[in-house]
């Protein structure tokens, strides 16, 4: 009986991680978004999630800080990660957690978790 408590709590623990990346992916995303809107474009691949919340150089249209708070950190201590990509000449992002285990590919609570514009 004890295995299975021990079991079902840490399986508790990692649904509630995941919830929480999840839900900072979404805040990230939103915020990329009106960063956009300000800007008429994303945040370049060298000014990542920063551009969210210090203005980059030479960006008069920056209205930011787009975060209350900086997320860089998923809920189990690796970096949020930012990607400008560009498909079929049309600009957009992704941001990613890695999950529990920070690295690419895996399964539930390792699985990559991404929000983005594509």
């Known amino acids: 009986m004890g295995t299975s408590l ?3 709590q840490a399986m508790s ?3 509630a991680k995941v919830a929480r990346a999840k839900a900072d992916l979404t805040t990230l ?3 990329i978004r009106q960063f956009r809107i300000d800007c008429d474009r994303y945040p370049t691949q060298s ?3 920063k551009a969210l919340v210090m203005e980059p150089a030479k960006l008069t249209t ?3 800080p787009y975060l209350s708070r900086p997320l860089i950190m ?3 201590g690796h ?3 930012y990607k400008a990509v560009t498909q079929n000449g049309h600009s957009g992002f992704q941001v990613i957690s890695y999950g529990a285990d920070g690295k690419p590919g895996g399964t539930g609570a390792n699985a990559d978790f991404v ?3 594509k």
């Open 115 to 117: 929000d983005g514009q």
């Open 29 to 31: 995303a939103i915020s």
């Open 6 to 8: 021990v079991l079902a």
């Open 62 to 64: 920056w209205r930011g």
């Open 47 to 49: 000014e990542g999630l």
């Open 74 to 76: 998923d809920p189990w």
């Open 79 to 81: 970096p949020y990660r």
């Open 13 to 15: 623990a990692d649904n």
